[in-house]
């Protein structure tokens, strides 16, 4: 079946360090690809997403590019700040519909 | 993004009693709602998926007759977790879809069954 990997955490950061979290998935068909951040005490918020190959996906500093190649949704930002601590899950849809396949999240402290 | 406001955000309750979860869109209607649960270290788990106005469809191996699910209105769709045990212990969210291309989350329910 369809599923989302993404690597454990936590991840511990210096501020102003760079930040990959790692995401592959398996799917059938052409899935369209999330990533989501969860602040402390938040509900889940969308943070950016591709929807078929070679897109790349960006908001506030973070990017994304969809490898269908290697299967991978990495996500990237080249300086974090103390903000950025929260749980960032990776996930994929199919059909173009709301129904998600989530990973586990993985949690980013970063340190001032 | 639209605000959904899902309450409580943390609940205890002792073992047998049967809790209810809220969840609701607050600037937008809510055709969709999903319920998922989330286990310490793993991955959000679909429990179920309701159209406002009909029955909720259940994913496997959730059981439909210990986690009860409403959407009677377009803004608000509760869970009830009848009968609770420990095991029911977890982080439960909804997520609330307008008939757009995007849902958005609630906060989230930490369950706690002593």
């Known amino acids: 079946g369809d599923s989302v990997t993404q690597m454990e955490g936590p991840v511990t950061l210096s501020e102003e360090a760079f930040l990959t979290i790692n995401c592959t998935y398996t799917?059938?068909?052409?899935?369209?690809l999330f990533w989501y951040v969860q602040y402390p005490g938040e509900g889940l918020q969308l943070l950016l997403k591709a929807t078929k190959a070679d897109d790349k996906g960006s908001n506030k500093g973070f990017e994304a590019t969809y490898r269908k190649e290697t299967t991978s949704f990495h996500l990237e930002k080249g300086s974090v700040q103390v903000s950025d601590s929260a749980v960032y899950f990776c996930?994929?849809?199919?059909?173009?519909?709301?129904?998600?396949?989530f990973g586990a999240g993985t949690r980013l402290f970063v340190k001032a | 993004g639209a605000v959904v406001s899902q309450h409580p955000s943390r609940v205890i309750c002792k073992s047998g009693t049967s809790v209810k979860i809220e969840c609701r869109s607050l600037?937008?209607?809510?055709?969709?709602m999903f319920w998922y649960r989330q286990f310490p270290k793993q991955s959000l788990m679909l429990m179920a998926t309701s159209n406002e106005g009909s029955k909720a469809t259940y994913e496997q191996g959730v059981e439909k007759d210990k986690f009860l699910i409403n959407h009677a209105s377009l803004t608000l769709s509760t869970l009830t977790v009848t009968s609770a045990h420990p095991e029911d212990s977890s982080f439960y969210i909804c997520?609330?879809?307008?008939?757009?291309?995007?849902?958005?989350f609630g906060q989230g329910t930490r369950l706690t069954v002593v």
């Open positions: 799917a059938t068909g052409y899935p369209s």
């Open positions: 996930a994929l849809s199919v059909a173009g519909g709301f129904k998600t396949i």
């Open positions: 600037d937008f209607q809510a055709t969709t």
């Open positions: 997520r609330a879809g307008g008939g757009g291309t995007e849902a958005f």
